[in-house]
């Protein structure tokens, strides 16, 4: 088994790890990136996504690689990502590199808060009703 190999196989673990951790509002996603065809090598919650092993890696993790991101940062954090079906969920990726400092994987994890999103409003909505305004004097 070669050294990446080596690598990937234990990120593996922590998929599965931070997948049970998290839960299952969480997708952990590890890719491959000499592979990106099929670049899914481990998934815990693919749920949130619909998408398992084998799975291409997605458009926006594709760009990074290209765009050499992992040469400027270690990891980006809660950027806008999209899932297959078009939907928003927030997203960050850790890169992983050799030794030479190759980008030879990446580390997502992937998170739909819509459903807090539409709770926040609705407490929002709840506790200052449209009829209720900042602007007035509350003497």
């Known amino acids: 088994m070669e050294k990446n190999e080596k690598i990937l196989n234990q990120y593996k ?19 491959d ?8 090598v481990a998934i815990a919650n693919g749920s949130v996504s619909g998408r398992g092993i084998g799975s291409p890696m997605t458009d926006k993790a594709l760009q990074m690689a290209a ?7 270690d990891y980006l954090v809660n950027y806008a990502g999209r899932i297959p079906n078009g939907k ?33 409003k609705r407490l929002s909505d709840l506790i200052h009703p449209k009829e209720y305004s900042f602007s007035e004097s509350r003497e």
């Open 33 to 40: 990136v000499r592979t990106p065809e099929a670049g899914i």
């Open 88 to 120: 928003l969920i927030r997203s960050s990726t850790m890169f992983i590199k050799d030794d030479d400092g190759n980008l030879i994987g990446m580390l997502c994890v992937n998170f739909d808060d819509s459903q807090y999103q539409d709770l926040a």
């Open 13 to 31: 673990i922590l998929v599965d790890f931070l997948g049970h951790t998290l839960g299952s509002g969480y997708e952990i996603v590890l890719h």
């Open 67 to 73: 765009q050499g991101e992992y040469q400027r940062s």
